[in-house]
């Protein structure tokens, strides 16, 4: 009898979901940025633009906060950017120069 006492009492798992949250609810909180990296081609000029993350340079983060509803940024990212031309199916190099968004001027 105790043993099927105990078996049942072993049973009933009580799960308490949570609910859903929104996408907002999801942002709260400091995100550090990991990579960055941005291929697009230009139709209307025939060429395109490759961006890519300096890691050793970037330390950049943001942070959205509930109350008050806000977006920090903090630190500094550098990427580099390569301008290109499709010659016979190939990209073909024709800029490079490096660029930067730094948060206290509030750019990101």
Same mark, same amino acid.
């Given at each position: 009898?105790?043993? @099927?006492?105990?078996?049942? /009492?072993?049973? *009933?798992?009580?799960?308490? %979901?949570?609910?859903?949250? =929104?996408? *907002?609810? &999801?942002?709260?909180?400091?995100?550090?940025?990991?990579?960055?990296? *941005?291929?697009?081609? $230009?139709?209307?000029?025939?060429?395109?633009? @490759?961006? %890519?993350?300096?890691?050793? %340079?970037?330390?950049? #983060?943001?942070? $959205?906060?509930?109350?008050? &509803?806000? @977006?920090?940024?903090?630190? $500094?990212?550098?990427? *580099?950017?390569?301008?290109? %031309? @499709?010659?016979?199916?190939? &990209?073909?190099? =024709? /800029?490079?120069? /490096?660029? $930067?968004?730094?948060? +206290?001027? #509030? +750019?990101?």
């Amino acid at each position: 009898m105790l043993l @099927i006492l105990l078996v049942l /009492s072993c049973d *009933s798992e009580s799960t308490t %979901e949570l609910p859903e949250q =929104t996408l *907002s609810e &999801k942002l709260i909180g400091q995100w550090t940025l990991t990579n960055y990296y *941005s291929d697009t081609y $230009f139709d209307d000029r025939n060429e395109g633009r @490759i961006e %890519e993350i300096v890691t050793d %340079e970037t330390d950049y #983060g943001i942070e $959205f906060t509930d109350n008050p &509803k806000m @977006i920090v940024l903090t630190g $500094f990212l550098r990427y *580099s950017w390569d301008e290109y %031309e @499709i010659v016979d199916g190939q &990209k073909v190099i =024709t /800029s490079s120069a /490096s660029n $930067f968004m730094d948060s +206290e001027h #509030g +750019e990101g």
